[in-house]
């Protein structure tokens, strides 16, 4: 389910206000680092780079026009896909 059109997208307090220090004149521009996956991309989040926590380690992400609306967690997967079953000699003799 969604969330409620009145309350607005939930954005992380403290990660927009991390933005918002980079953005001011003498801002230093460098990755952001959080855990909060479930933190909407606002506008403001563009050309910024966050490294977003997956599980294990962090994923860097560097946001775009096309990823507002959509949400951190969402670009940085937490799980590997390894392989389907492999194709043996045995496998293929049964058959």
């Known amino acids: ?25 003498g ?10 996956r479930r933190s909407q991309i606002p506008p403001e989040f563009v ?3 966050f490294l977003v926590h997956q599980g294990k380690n962090f994923i ?11 949400r951190l967690g969402e670009f940085a997967p937490t799980r590997t896909f390894r392989s389907h079953g492999k ?8 058959t």
């Open 27 to 36: 801002g230093v521009k460098a990755a952001i680092k959080t855990w909060a």
């Open 60 to 70: 860097s992400v560097y946001v775009s026009e096309s990823m507002v609306g959509h």
């Open 1 to 25: 389910m969604s969330r409620s059109s009145y309350k607005g997208p939930y954005i992380d307090a403290k990660l927009l206000k991390k933005v918002l220090a980079q953005k001011a004149p």
């Open 87 to 94: 194709m043996t000699e045995k496998s293929v003799a049964k």
């Open 47 to 49: 050309g910024h780079t």
